[in-house]
């Protein structure tokens, strides 16, 4: 079922720190995070796996609490390139490849 | 090296009107998906294909038809297009695995009048 993500949108000066929350009432398997700017596709930014394997972008971190089935996106020391809609995607069983999005938190970073 | 492909980039039908999607990727995957994004709605699954020769139904499949016809082309059909059709449509594709991150398509702009 769709997971829910918080806040819907957050501004930020450059340099300063976002977190974004996702959460879902179902048991997950993994949580993806995906950005997508405007008028543009989703492009892919990390994987969370239930057991902590993780894999995805340098510059960007991220949680995943299996019990609380929650993850949280880290977006430190913000750049103009961060802005964009942020989606979590969640799967409920091992190899379903089927996601549920969340809604998206939109993010603008400004100077 | 492409990607994932979509075509047309825009259409407008008129309800009733059919039309077919055409998603093709060159990256090898298994597994390829359709979403629709709405405003407000984030992305939602309307039918993936784990392999090719399969497809199952995913969030919101009525109104859709797909066609995995080989590896690379995932279809989706719209056989009586309706008002509430209208959205970004977004084709995708990834590994089977673990750490199937997907791939998307630049997407389709459909507006059904």
């Known amino acids: 079922q769709q997971p829910v993500q918080s806040p819907q949108a957050v501004i930020l000066r450059e340099g300063e720190d976002a977190v974004i929350n996702c959460s879902s009432s179902?048991?997950?398997?993994?949580v993806h995070w995906y950005r997508q700017k405007h008028g543009e596709a989703p492009v892919f930014l990390m994987i969370?796996?239930?057991?902590?394997e993780q894999k995805g972008h340098e510059k960007i971190s991220a949680s995943f609490n299996e019990k609380k089935q929650q993850s949280s996106l880290y977006l430190t020391a913000s750049q103009l390139s961060y802005s964009g809609t942020y989606f979590c995607?969640?799967?409920?069983?091992?190899?379903?490849?089927?996601?549920?999005f969340g809604t998206g938190t939109r993010l603008t970073v400004i100077p | 090296n492409a990607g994932v492909t979509q075509t047309p980039k825009f259409q407008v039908l008129k309800t009733g009107q059919s039309m077919t999607l055409q998603c093709a990727q060159d990256?090898?995957?298994?597994?390829m998906y359709w979403y629709r994004q709405d405003p407000g709605m984030g992305l939602r699954l309307i039918y993936y294909s784990a392999s090719e020769g399969t497809t199952d139904k995913g969030e919101v499949p009525n109104g859709y038809n797909v066609s995995r016809l080989n590896k690379r082309e995932f279809s989706l059909r719209l056989e009586s297009a309706a008002p509430s059709q209208t959205s970004v449509y977004f084709c995708?594709?990834?590994?089977?695995?673990?750490?199937?991150?997907?791939?998307f398509g630049p997407g389709t702009r459909l507006t059904v009048t």
């Open positions: 969370l796996l239930k057991g902590g």
């Open positions: 990256m090898n995957h298994n597994s």
């Open positions: 995708a594709s990834s590994v089977t695995g673990p750490f199937s991150e997907q791939y």
């Open positions: 995607g969640t799967e409920e069983k091992a190899g379903a490849n089927n996601l549920f």
């Open positions: 179902k048991a997950l398997y993994s």
